[in-house]
Nanobody, 124 residues
């Protein structure tokens, strides 16, 4: 059974950067597509980015395209989310998740294991 642990969140000023990490334990995630999602206060959880098993394919929500970069290091069993040019609208709890299916997906229902999340707060 895989466990996911997100880290790297915090408080940052608008325009700043953060790098989130999602460390997996219990088994390897190298055979899984992975994703990042976020949930802002009072809002539904939404897709942020996804990455294929080898890292060759990546997908982004329009709201973060050009500012965020998803990557992975399968040797370290870890997925990353580099977030640049942060905006107050990026404030949310960020979650990583495992997709057991063959194709990367933006749909939350395609993910069956979730981490506890890490808080990102962007001040104006």
């Amino acid at each position: 059974q895989v466990q996911l642990a997100e880290s790297g969140g915090g408080l940052v000023q608008a325009g700043g950067s953060l790098r989130l990490s999602c460390a997996a334990s219990g088994r390897t995630i190298s055979s899984n597509n992975m994703g990042w999602f976020r949930q802002a206060p009072g809002k539904e959880r939404e897709f942020v980015a996804s990455i294929s098993k080898t890292g060759s394919l990546t997908y982004y929500a329009d709201s973060v395209k050009g500012r965020f970069t998803i990557s992975r290091d399968n040797a370290k069993n870890t997925v990353y989310l580099q977030m640049n040019s942060l905006k107050p609208a990026d404030t949310a709890v960020y979650y990583c998740a495992v997709n057991p299916y063959d194709m990367p997906s933006k749909d939350q229902t395609s993910y069956d294991k979730w981490g506890q999340g890490t808080q990102v707060t962007v001040s104006s």
